[in-house]
């Protein structure tokens, strides 16, 4: 059972960084692709960034050059450097990893408020 531990969430001032990070074990296959998603108060849960097994990255363009994320596939962890923080930016993020010949897996998420 692929098992995720995200860590690095808390309280910031507008304007500031975070850096998140999701730890993934329990499996031997490789990881496709990793990606950050993140749900606000009321409302749906919307992506924020994908990095392929290749190094390929995506990013909505509410957080196009804020937000940055990378993986280090020998530790099976991806990060999210958040940086230039807003106020709209305040919600639960979690991590979602697709390794090979699996369904998708779910951290448990990390809460990011952003104070004006």
């Known amino acids: 059972q692929v098992q995720l531990v995200e860590s690095g969430g808390g309280l910031v001032q507008a304007g500031g960084s975070l850096r998140l990070s999701c730890a993934a074990s329990?499996?031997?296959?490789?990881?496709?692709?990793m990606a950050w998603y993140r749900q606000a108060p009321g409302k749906q849960r919307e992506l924020v960034a994908t990095?392929?097994?290749?190094?390929?990255?995506n990013y909505p363009d509410s957080v196009k050059g804020r937000f940055t994320i990378s993986r280090d596939n020998a530790k099976n962890t991806v990060y999210l450097q958040m940086n230039s923080l807003k106020p709209e930016d305040t919600a639960v993020y979690y991590c979602?990893?697709?390794?090979?010949?699996?369904?998708?897996?779910w951290g448990q998420g990390t809460q990011v408020t952003v104070s004006s």
């Open positions: 329990g499996f031997t296959e490789k990881i496709n692709l």
């Open positions: 979602n990893v697709l390794v090979w010949g699996r369904k998708p897996s």
């Open positions: 990095i392929t097994s290749g190094g390929s990255t």
